[in-house]
């Protein structure tokens, strides 16, 4: 697991590949209210019933409103054996959306 930025994130988000996957870790009323396209939902206290889903993909990338719930949720799948995760670190959808990057 590995800690990313937002620059990091948004040069990912950019190259599609269906092998990757956006994974937003926040409530469902905040993932409503507004996420980054394309990102699935998936509360970070829920993420260790998705494990076998989860390790389909190539890299899978964690993001929350602020990161601990990202970091959390990465701790969580690593000790289930998921190796290829990113989170965005110190950072969160708020900035995201502050930085004027794709929201839906």
């Given at each position: 697991?590995?800690p990313?930025n ?7 988000y950019?190259?599609s590949?269906p092998n ?9 009323k ?42 959390t ?8 054996g998921i ?22």
């Amino acid at each position: 697991m590995k800690p990313i930025n937002l620059t990091q994130l948004h040069q990912s988000y950019q190259v599609s590949d269906p092998n990757r996957l956006l994974l937003d870790v926040r409530t469902p009323k905040e993932f409503y209210d507004g996420h980054i396209p394309g990102a699935r939902n998936i509360p970070f206290d829920q993420v260790m019933n998705y494990v076998s889903e989860l390790k389909k993909y190539n890299e899978v990338l964690v993001y929350c409103k602020m990161g601990g719930r990202a970091h959390t949720a990465c701790e969580i799948l690593s000790s289930l054996g998921i190796q290829n995760l990113s989170y965005l670190a110190e950072s969160g959808f708020p900035n995201w959306q502050a930085n004027g990057l794709p929201v839906e």
